[in-house]
């Protein structure tokens, strides 16, 4: 079974300082690594994944995220926030078993970012 | 491109009605699936479907039943709604091809079990 955590439920954050959304997971077998963004009133969509090779992936929005296995974290970053990343961002966990293709969800942090 | 399509969006059941939510998605892809988002609990998951006539249960499968009508379409059904059902309901699919292990959603669906 797979679990994942997500360290801060709220991150207010100045618009144009840096910003990092923690998050850690759990699981018995190989897992593959996802951040989701969902803006108010819409549904979810994909930041950035993490399958395999460089730890460092880089999604869309300036968005980047580093894979450490030993510490089984999965943190989302960005060097400068603007007013529009303001959202709530998710971050997820799959695993392949024999029901398929299983993706489990944090709870979330909503990201303020304040003029 | 429709992606994959939810209805209703909106739903008002008193306790002990019943209501089916229909999705589709028009991707080919194989496994689809249901959640349900809470405050502060993000998404958890229902059921899914990893291919046509495959269901298995997720995370908080009581109270619903699912049924994968073909490989297009996924259904969850409510036989009798509680309070605690109150919820937005969304449907996903997973592509296993070029965004390999991405989720597709739908719009969601907001219910209100009184």
């Known amino acids: 079974a797979q679990s994942v955590t997500q360290l801060d439920s709220q991150v207010p954050v100045f618009e144009e300082a840096p910003v990092e959304l923690r998050c850690n997971y759990s699981s018995s077998v190989s897992v593959y690594l996802f951040w989701y963004v969902q803006y108010p009133n819409q549904g979810l969509q994909l930041l950035l994944k993490?399958?395999?090779?460089?730890?460092l992936v880089k999604g869309i929005n300036g968005f980047e995220a580093e894979f450490n296995k030993s510490q089984t974290s999965f943190h989302l970053r960005k060097p400068s926030v603007h007013i529009s990343d303001t959202a709530e961002y998710f971050c997820?966990?799959?695993?392949?078993?024999?029901?398929?293709?299983?993706?489990?969800f944090g709870a979330g942090t909503r990201l303020f970012v304040k003029a | 491109n429709a992606g994959v399509t939810q209805t209703p969006k909106f739903q008002v059941l008193k306790t002990g009605q019943s209501m089916t939510l229909q999705c589709a998605q028009d991707?080919?892809?194989?496994?689809m699936y249901w959640y349900r988002q809470d405050p502060g609990m993000g998404l958890r998951l229902i059921y899914y479907?990893?291919?046509?006539?495959?269901?298995d249960k997720g995370e908080v499968p009581n109270g619903y039943n699912v049924s994968r009508l073909n490989k297009r379409e996924f259904s969850l059904r409510l036989e009798s709604a509680a309070p605690s059902q109150t919820s937005v309901y969304f449907c996903a699919s997973i592509s296993t091809r070029g965004s390999w292990g991405e989720l597709f959603f739908g719009e969601g669906s907001r219910l209100t079990v009184l």
């Open positions: 993490y399958l395999s090779g460089s730890t």
């Open positions: 997820a966990v799959s695993a392949i078993n024999t029901g398929g293709f299983k993706t489990i």
């Open positions: 991707m080919n892809h194989n496994s």
């Open positions: 479907s990893a291919s046509e006539g495959t269901t």
